[in-house]
């Protein structure tokens, strides 16, 4: 057997072994420091918003029950009241699901097992480009199509309300909950379907008692992201809500849901205020977080 | 009756995606039709005139920068996050906080990351509203996106590469480089391609960081608008329903461009690994 | 022909007979053991071979020769092995120690580059930089471990477009490349075909006038083919160990003759 290198070889190895050592323990270090750089993110995030958010409550008197129970928000006058954005975000996002999650999750079915393939094959991914494409332009199609359309039909002084943000939701909504709720359904094994069909089930009695049950956490998942989707959602939501502080009781009202408030008036808030906003985005926070919960409640509550 | 029950069904099966595929449908369909006689080279390339009729370079430009700004600095961080958590991390604590952390970003909407940004990189670090706090609030934002994706990428590659430079006595790093991350590289790609996506349909986060300024922007401590927060402001301050739409539709094309290119790599992907 | 080992070798007059002795060797994952009060020592120069049922902790036992399962998370260790009279799990150099205890594995695990890319791999992260050194360096590895005449026309394509066997011995060139002085194999002909067995069985036999080879293998036959001395393994212990011949023809012990009769396992 040839011998060239050999000594060469051996030589390099142990000199170079060190430096190696070396620089396994510095990058190990540097990618730790790489992956706590999204904790720190977060703790500066929750800090800064909840430091803000709840130093009128603690430092300037401010009563946090008027806060979310109060009727006016009227920062000149150093009125804050948060009660219509709350009621206004909450049926926004009610009536977005309701509206949407339905007839994503039709779509979806449809798509992944009654479809012709040819169909599905060009449908499928059009739909994945419209979960894509930026929610501002879903607002500008709402205010320049849906709220005429309600002004004219519904004989409203103003297009923009209750009713509006909920359409623009809930369209924006349905492409996130079809993607990823087709995808979920697909990944249901073959044999699932064969089961259930040979015991003499029909086609559509699988679909909803196997099919859709097996993919149910994926589904799950696909309504948790149409959700966030809805509920985050701030400047398409401006265009057509209308705006006004007014406690919504009927689905032709101008509302402000809390996302918009915050976007409204950031750019010049200052103080108190813009504590006042930060308190807001608080509320928003926590009501992600409940309804995030109360979901996943529902989604193991359905899988017994 | 359970044929009636079948038949309800089925058609409501129908009528739900006739309702979402002709909804979808008459978006793009009214984008297009709004804005695209206003297409032409002057407008893309055009700088803007507020008196109007001018053209979207500024947006082009801003957009870009606060891409390439968020990118250049999400995506290695991202990706050696990533390393560090398939690679490096042993199950525990830790790696239990880190992950339950970069979750609870993807969840946070994006105007709580403006009110963020407005505060922390505006108003602390004295950065004023501006293309390089917009992109760093940016950049929070499609980190998660980055690490979810490079971890998914990660985890494909086989365990045998891992193993095989091992043995060769070669150190994780080496092996890291050489072996894993190119056979990871399109997945990560994807991931950056999702990214951004996201910052070009990023609105409340930019608005409340960038400011609104119409202008082409002098460097990245300018304020300047992207062309999604364009496509807000013309709406809502001037009602220009078609500059809108014109803009949508650079967008929307941007989006696709992104999506096949997804696709394009994902197809590659497959091939690679046969 | 063989001065690599003989250079290594000078200075050692009497001719070391083994290459790695271990002793007392527990291997646990978390709190299950897997390897229990393990002893055995292995010539240089040679085929062992380790047979035993599946499960019985051959793969295990190979992979603490080059501490491969420094990799498992949990996995806990006591007792020595010693390799070149240096124990190798005081001495914390496993770069070394993986350069001078190569490994081939069940399922052939060729990097995705080109042939040359694979076996030039591992010189290549040692430093080794000169296009001509390299060269030499695959062509002698691919000829040791008889690939050389399929390949050499397509070294610059991609390895994973060779059939299974042809990617097994490529992997063991790659292996030769790093001139070890010690070859692990864990069932390299597992996932082959009769005929691509055959071959590497023959370049086993071929190698181990140069390399000290420890095989695990599932084969009776094969172990019975190319090894000089046999270990059986059954739940974690090493039930008997001695040459080839004699395991299989005259064992010791009940439970190797009723594994290597066919009666289980
Ligand atoms: N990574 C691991 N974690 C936990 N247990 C393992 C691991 N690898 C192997 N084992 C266990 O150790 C025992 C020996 O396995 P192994 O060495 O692979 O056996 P063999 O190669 O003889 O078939 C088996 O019981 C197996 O389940
Ligand atoms: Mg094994």
């Known amino acids: 057997m040839p011998n060239h290198s050999n000594e060469e070889l051996v030589s390099q190895i142990e000199s170079s072994n060190k430096r190696k050592y070396f620089l396994e323990k510095l990058s190990e270090k540097v990618f730790l420091f790489c992956s706590l750089l999204s904790v720190i ?34 920062p000149s006058e150093d009125k804050f009241g948060i009660l219509p954005m709350i009621v206004a975000s909450i049926f926004a996002t009610i009536g977005a699901l309701i509206i949407g999650v339905p007839i994503g999750l039709f779509t979806a079915i449809f798509l992944a097992e009654i479809a012709p393939k040819s169909i599905a094959r060009i449908i499928s991914p059009a739909v994945q480009l419209l979960a894509g494409i930026p929610s501002v332009l879903y607002g500008v199609f709402g205010l320049a199509i849906i709220v005429p359309f309600l002004q004219n039909h519904l004989g409203l002084a103003k297009g923009q309300s209750l009713i509006a943000v909920i359409l623009v939701l809930a369209i924006m909504m349905l492409p996130t909950i079809v993607t990823v709720a087709e995808t979920s359904i697909r990944a249901v094994p073959k044999t699932y379907r064969e089961g259930s069909l040979a015991l003499g089930a029909s086609p559509i009695g699988t679909i909803f008692k196997v099919v859709v049950p097996a993919a149910k956490s994926g589904i ?79 989604g193991s509550k359905g899988g017994k | 009756m359970r044929k009636a029950k079948d038949y309800f069904f089925q058609s409501l099966l129908w009528l739900s995606a006739i309702i979402t595929i002709a909804t979808l449908c008459i978006i793009v369909g009214f984008i297009f039709y709004k804005g695209i006689h206003l297409i032409n080279l002057d407008f893309i390339f055009g700088d803007y005139s507020p008196s109007g009729g001018g053209g979207i370079l500024p947006m082009i430009v801003t957009t870009i920068y606060t891409i390439v700004i968020s990118l250049l600095i999400a995506t290695p961080i991202g990706i050696l996050a990533a390393v560090y958590l398939q690679e490096y991390a042993k199950q525990g604590r830790l790696i239990r906080i880190i992950r ?18 407005a505060v922390f990189f505006v108003t602390v670090l004295k950065m004023g509203m501006s293309i390089i706090a917009a992109s760093l609030t940016l950049t929070i934002i499609v980190l998660p996106v980055i690490i ?25 790093l080496q092996t890291l480089y050489k072996v894993i991350l190119p056979s990871a590289m399109p997945g990560i790609l994807s991931g950056i391609i999702l990214s951004i996506g996201r910052i070009v349909g990023e609105s409340a986060a930019i608005f409340l960081t960038a400011g609104t300024v119409a202008a082409m922007p002098e460097n990245i401590f300018s304020s300047a608008r992207t062309l999604t927060v364009h496509s807000f402001l013309v709406t809502q301050e001037a009602g220009d329903i078609e500059l809108a739409a014109a803009v949508g539709i650079v967008l929307i094309v941007i989006i696709l461009i992104l999506n096949l290119s997804a696709t394009f790599i994902s197809k590659k992907l497959n091939k690679a690994d046969y | 022909m063989n001065t690599t080992k003989m250079d290594r070798n000078k200075g050692n007059e009497q001719q070391i007979q083994n290459k790695i002795s271990v002793n007392d060797l527990n291997l646990f994952y978390g709190e299950k053991q897997a390897l229990f009060s393990i002893s055995i020592d292995i010539r240089e120069k040679g085929v062992t071979a380790l047979i035993g049922p599946s499960g019985c902790g051959k793969s295990t036992f190979l992979r603490t020769l080059n501490r491969m399962n420094d990799l498992i998370d949990g996995v806990k260790i006591s ?43 591992g010189p290549r992260m040692q430093g080794i930089k000169s296009k001509k050194v390299l060269n030499q360096l695959v062509e002698d590895s691919l000829k040791s471990a008889a690939i050389w005449d399929e390949v050499k026309d397509r070294l610059k394509s991609s390895a994973l477009g060779l059939s299974g066997g042809q990617q097994q011995r490529v992997c063991i060139a790659r292996a030769i490349a790093m001139k070890p002085e010690v070859i692990l194999m864990d069932e390299p002909t597992s996932a082959l075909d009769p005929i691509s067995t055959l071959k590497v069985e023959e370049l086993i036999a071929n190698m181990k006038k140069d390399y000290t080879i420890v095989i695990v293998t599932h084969n009776m036959q094969q172990a019975a083919r190319v090894s000089d001395k046999t270990a059986f393994f ?32």
């Open chain 1, 41 to 74: 993110s977060l703790l500066l995030i929750i800090g800064f918003v909840f430091y803000k958010g709840t130093h009128p409550f603690f430092a300037e008197g401010y009563s946090f029950i008027e806060f979310i129970f109060g009727l006016d928000w009227v």
């Open chain 1, 220 to 298: 799950m998942a696909a309504i948790v992201l149409g959700l966030g989707r809805a509920i985050g959602e701030t400047m398409a939501v401006i265009l057509v809500a209308g705006n006004s502080l007014v406690l919504p009781t009927s689905l032709t009202d101008s509302i402000r849901p809390l996302t918009t408030n915050i976007a409204l008036e950031m750019g010049y808030a200052f103080g108190t205020h813009q504590e006042m906003l930060f308190a807001t985005g608080i509320v928003l926070f926590s009501f992600i977080l409940i309804l995030n919960l109360v979901l996943a409640k529902i």
């Open chain 2, 100 to 117: 339950f952390a970069t979750e609870s970003l993807t969840g946070i909407p994006s105007i709580i990351y403006g009110l963020f940004g």
């Open chain 2, 148 to 172: 979810r994706t490079t971890e998914e990428a990660l985890k494909t590659v086989p365990l045998t590469y891992r193993e095989g430079s091992l043995a060769l006595g070669t150190t994780k």
């Open chain 3, 79 to 121: 007792g020595d092995i010693v390799i070149d009279n240096e124990n190798i799990y005081r001495s914390n150099d496993v770069i070394k120690l993986r350069t001078k205890v190569g490994m081939v594995f069940q399922k052939p695990n060729l990097f995705p580059m080109s042939i040359y890319d694979n076996v030039a791999y």
């Open chain 3, 234 to 265: 059954l739940n974690g212990e090493i039930i008997e160990y001695a040459n080839t011949e004699t395991i299989f023809s005259m064992p010791k012990d009940q439970r190797t003759e009723d594994y290597v009769t066919g009666r289980f396992g």
